[in-house]
């Protein structure tokens, strides 16, 4: 099958390569602990399309990576806010959306909150988040 190269010098399925760069930068920036760049990456998608019908969506996934920046840094309130308000911005989307599987994630994102609010552990302490990239 065709392959196109990403930045970061990694080959993905041509039909995965159509989606928008930051989109696909998210999920390697975000699976590799980057999770400040992840959120900056989709931040320029979000942007320039408050409003839209994938607005909440991007939203809601730089919640997400914007949570693990305040775990990282011990600050679990802040953290648990922002998973709480990421998991509120995907409810509206169906189960795969733009080749992700939103479902999939929006469980992972209650897994992360309950062991951030009952178990009152930074969820960090389990292992690095991934988050399954999009098929292509």
């Given at each position: ?5 990403s ?81 509120q ?48």
């Amino acid at each position: 099958t065709e392959q196109a190269q990403s930045p970061a010098g990694t080959t993905t399925p041509l039909a995965t390569a159509t989606r928008p760069q930051p989109y696909r930068d998210f999920f390697e920036l975000f699976n590799a602990g980057r999770f400040f760049e992840a959120h900056e990456a989709l931040e320029s998608l979000w942007l320039p399309m408050r409003g839209g019908a994938d607005a909440r969506f991007y939203q809601g996934l730089i919640q997400v990576a914007g949570a693990f920046v305040h775990f990282r840094g011990d600050r679990r309130g802040p953290g648990v806010a922002l998973l709480r308000s990421g998991r509120q911005h995907l409810a509206g989307y169906p189960a795969t959306h733009l080749g992700l599987d939103v479902a999939r994630v929006r469980q992972q994102v209650t897994e992360w909150l309950g062991r951030a609010e009952n178990g009152r552990q930074n969820p960090l302490k389990a292992g690095p988040p991934r988050i399954e990239p999009p098929a292509g």
